[in-house]
Nanobody, 124 residues
Framework: QAHLVESGGGLVQAGDSLRLSCAAS????????MGWFSQAPGKEREFVAA???????DYADSVLGRFTISRDSAKNTVYLQMNSLKPEDTAVYYC??????????????????WGQGTQVTVSS
């Protein structure tokens, strides 16, 4: 079992930046991809960004050019740099990791491990 812990959320104004972190521990040796998903109140969990260890990276159209996902393998940590934040980015952001590459990166059902989430609130 792998454990994921997110941090870095907060309240910011439109146009500001935030960097979310996701630290992985435990059974991490079989993780093949990690990603970020967001969930706003009353909405489904949505894909934000992800990458596989084969270096393939994917982003949601709504964040392309504004968000960047990266990884520090030595620290078992994945980051989501969020720039030019908009009020519609307000949501709980979840880090996720998966073992096998059966489903596309943007499909939540393909992930085996989830963090507890971190709140991002963007005021206008």
């Amino acid at each position: 079992q792998a454990h994921l812990v997110e941090s870095g959320g907060g309240l910011v104004q439109a146009g500001d930046s935030l960097r979310l972190s996701c630290a992985a521990s435990g059974r991490t040796f079989d993780i093949s991809a990690m990603g970020w998903f967001s969930q706003a109140p009353g909405k489904e969990r949505e894909f934000v960004a992800a990458f596989s260890w084969s270096t393939r990276t994917d982003y949601a159209d709504s964040v392309l050019g504004r968000f960047t996902i990266s990884r520090d393998s030595a620290k078992n940590t994945v980051y989501l740099q969020m720039n030019s934040l908009k009020p519609e980015d307000t949501a709980v952001y979840y880090c996720a990791a998966r073992r096998t590459a059966v489903l596309p990166l943007k499909v939540p059902a393909g992930y085996h491990y989830w963090g507890q989430g971190t709140q991002v609130t963007v005021s206008s």
